[in-house]
C-alpha cells in the first residue's frame, strides 16, 4: 500500500481543525514541504478569536526562547477563554543558546499534556527516535504527528486539479492541470499562485481549458518549453530543433533560461526513469502505478506512454547530457547559449 502522501495527511488534519473537534493537546508537524505547514499554522492560528490572542496566543521561534520558557507557558491556563494555542517554529533549535532546559524535557510532557493547552510544534526534521522525546511523540496517545515531504513531480497534476477545487471550486482539465504543474515545478507557493491567477482569468467559467493556461502564462517561452517537450518525447528531432531555435530567436534566451529549462526536463525525465525503473523490475503497469500511488488512470497513462519511448539503459545518458548543460550554462564551457541548449536537445533525442 503507498505510503499517504503530504496531500492526503493535510486534507485529514485541515478538515480537523476546521471542524475543532477531536482535537490533540499536542501536535508535532514536520517535512520539507513547507506550503503544507504555513497553511495549516494559519488554521491553529484560528482557534483563537483575534478577540483573545493577547493573552491565549503566542508564536515563538527555536531560537528564540528556551524549552523552560516554552513549558511555563504551555503548562499555564488560558486566561477568560477555553483554550491557549503555543506554535514553536524550528522547534530543534529550542535549548541551542542556552542552559535552561533541553528537547528531552518535553517528553513528559507529551505524555501528560495540560489539556487546556495546544502545542504545536514545527520543524523539518522528526528528533530523533531513540531519544526521550522522539520516543514519546511516537507513542503518547496525546500527540499528533504528521509528516510533510516534497510531492513528486509525477503527482503535481493531481494537485493543481485538487487544489484548484479546494481554493476555487472550478474544475481544471488534466492535459491544462499537467501543463501548468510542468511550468511551475515543485514549488506549490507558485503553482498556487498561478491557480489563482488563471482562476480569475476565466472568473464566471466553471472549467479551466488548456487556452486559459495558455493565456494566462504571461509568456510565450513557458508554454513553448511545453511544446518542446512534446517534441523531445515523440523523438522529433528536426521539430524539437525548430520550436529550440524559435525560443532562442524570441526570448532573448540566457544562460539562466537555459539552466531552467535543464530542470524542467530533468523532473520529466526523473518521471520516466521511475517508470522504466519499475518495470525493469518486472511490475506490471498496474503495480507500477500503485508503487508510484498515482491515484488518476489518466495521468498515469499519460506519463506511461512517454516512458515508453526510451529505455532504462538510455536514462544514464540523458541524465549526463542534462548534467553538462546545467554546468556549461553555469560557466563551465567555452560553448555560447545557443550552442549549449541545441546540443542538449541533440543528446537527448539521440
Not at 503535481?156 to 504543474?181: F, G, N
Request: charged share 25%.
Amino acid at each position: 500500500m503507498a505510503k499517504p502522501t503530504s496531500i492526503d495527511t493535510f486534507k485529514q488534519l485541515f478538515r480537523e481543525l476546521r471542524q475543532r473537534e477531536g482535537l490533540k493537546p499536542v501536535y508535532y508537524l514536520h517535512g520539507e514541504e513547507t506550503f503544507f505547514i504555513d497553511l495549516l499554522q494559519e488554521e491553529f492560528e484560528k482557534l483563537i478569536p483575534d478577540e483573545q490572542k493577547d493573552f491565549n496566543f503566542d508564536l515563538l521561534y527555536g531560537s528564540d526562547v528556551s524549552p523552560a520558557q516554552v513549558l511555563g507557558i504551555a503548562r499555564s491556563f488560558p486566561m477568560m477563554a477555553e483554550k491557549r494555542v503555543i506554535i514553536v517554529r524550528d522547534f530543534l533549535k529550542l535549548g541551542e543558546n542556552t542552559d535552561d532546559g533541553n528537547l528531552n524535557d518535553f517528553a513528559p510532557y507529551a505524555e501528560q499534556p495540560n489539556p487546556s493547552t495546544i502545542l504545536c510544534l514545527i520543524d523539518s526534521k522528526y528528533p530523533d527516535k531513540r531519544t526521550a522525546l522522539g520516543k514519546a511523540l511516537k507513542e503518547s496517545g496525546s500527540t499528533g504527528v504528521y509528516e510533510f515531504d516534497v510531492l513528486p513531480v509525477y503527482k503535481l497534476p493531481e494537485w493543481v486539479i485538487d487544489w484548484t477545487r479546494h481554493t476555487h471550486s472550478k474544475e481544471m482539465e488534466p492535459d491544462a492541470a499537467r501543463i501548468l504543474s510542468e511550468m511551475a515545478g515543485q514549488d506549490l507557493t507558485l503553482l498556487s499562485t498561478e491557480i489563482d491567477k488563471v482562476c480569475t482569468f476565466v472568473d464566471t467559467s466553471d472549467r479551466i481549458t488548456t487556452d486559459d493556461i495558455k493565456k494566462t502564462s504571461g509568456s510565450y517561452r513557458d508554454y513553448s518549453v511545453i511544446e518542446l517537450k512534446n517534441a523531445v518525447l515523440n523523438r522529433n528531432l528536426d521539430q524539437a530543433l525548430g520550436i529550440a531555435e524559435q525560443m532562442l530567436l524570441k526570448n532573448n534566451y540566457s544562460a539562466g533560461e537555459v539552466i531552467k529549462t535543464v530542470g524542467f526536463f530533468y523532473n520529466v525525465f526523473g518521471n520516466i526513469w521511475q517508470i522504466r525503473r519499475l518495470t525493469e523490475k518486472g511490475l506490471t503497469k498496474n503495480e507500477v502505478q500503485s508503487q508510484l500511488g498515482m491515484k488518476s488512470n489518466y495521468f498515469f497513462n499519460a506519463q506511461w506512454s512517454e516512458a515508453s519511448r526510451f529505455s532504462l539503459a538510455e536514462m544514464p545518458g540523458i541524465f549526463e547530457a542534462l548534467l553538462d548543460a546545467d554546468s556549461a550554462a553555469k560557466g563551465y564551457s567555452t560553448l555560447d547559449t545557443s550552442s549549449i541548449f541545441l546540443l542538449l536537445i541533440k543528446r537527448i533525442i539521440g
